[in-house]
């Protein structure tokens, strides 16, 4: 699964209506926090050294896939706080790739409102998960920079077009 990451609660928020058991990755600094690392381990994440192509965080996604488990990932590396889609990393279209598991693109809305433990609103806000169609990748004989791109191009167009206009950023839908 990829989906937009706008909210600490997104995976937590993922996991209740997909209605299963969701691993997904988590920046490896909220771990040294016990109480964190602890809730975290608990909802189903696993730690990942952004930045630095953690091989190991790729062979868990990849041997939590081959085991039939659902992986989330949010391949733009962090949350967007203003909800708009970044350039993503080709992460997501290497793992995809290596397992041979479809992706099912999905957006987030509304939990943008929801930025920290501290960040409550009065007002309850309006939550939204969509899902798209499944990609199942096609497998290549060289899987190069530029491959990994055009189909980490394909896999956020998609999430992008579940999301209004004025929040898919670097992967906008053109409309002609």
Same mark, same amino acid.
């Given at each position: 699964? !990829? &989906?937009?990451?706008v909210s600490?609660i997104d %995976?937590i $928020? ?8 969701l691993?997904f ?5 909220l771990? #040294?926090n016990? !109480?964190?690392?602890? *809730?975290?381990?608990?909802f189903?994440a *696993? %730690?990942?050294s952004?930045?630095s192509g953690?091989? #190991?965080?790729l +062979? @868990? &996604?990849? +041997? $939590?896939?081959? =085991?039939? @488990?659902?992986v989330l990932? *949010?391949?733009?590396g962090?949350?967007s ?5 970044? +350039?993503a $990393?080709?992460?997501i279209?290497l793992?995809?790739t290596k397992s ?5 693109p999905?957006?987030?809305m509304?939990? =943008? @409102?929801?930025?920290g433990?501290?960040g409550?609103?009065l007002r309850r %806000?309006r /939550? #939204? /998960?969509?899902f798209?169609?499944p990609?199942?990748? &096609?497998q !290549?004989q =060289?899987?190069?920079r530029?491959e990994?791109d +055009?189909?980490?191009?394909?896999i956020?167009?998609?999430v992008a &077009?579940?999301?209004?206009r004025e929040?898919?950023?670097?992967y906008?839908v #053109?409309v002609?």
């Amino acid at each position: 699964m !990829v &989906s937009n990451h706008v909210s600490f609660i997104d %995976p937590i $928020l993922i996991r209740i209506t997909i209605g299963r058991p969701l691993f997904f990755m988590a920046k490896e600094e909220l771990f #040294k926090n016990r !109480v964190a690392g602890f *809730f975290l381990r608990y909802f189903g994440a *696993f %730690p990942i050294s952004r930045g630095s192509g953690d091989r #190991k965080a790729l +062979k @868990q &996604s990849l +041997k $939590l896939l081959d =085991e039939g @488990q659902a992986v989330l990932i *949010f391949a733009e590396g962090t949350r967007s706080r203003s909800g708009v889609l970044r +350039k993503a $990393l080709p992460g997501i279209a290497l793992i995809a790739t290596k397992s041979r598991a479809p992706v099912l693109p999905m957006a987030v809305m509304g939990t =943008e @409102q929801i930025q920290g433990f501290g960040g409550w609103t009065l007002r309850r %806000p309006r /939550v #939204k /998960v969509v899902f798209g169609k499944p990609i199942y990748l &096609s497998q !290549v004989q =060289e899987l190069d920079r530029e491959e990994l791109d +055009k189909r980490t191009n394909l896999i956020m167009g998609q999430v992008a &077009s579940l999301l209004p206009r004025e929040k898919q950023g670097y992967y906008e839908v #053109k409309v002609d």
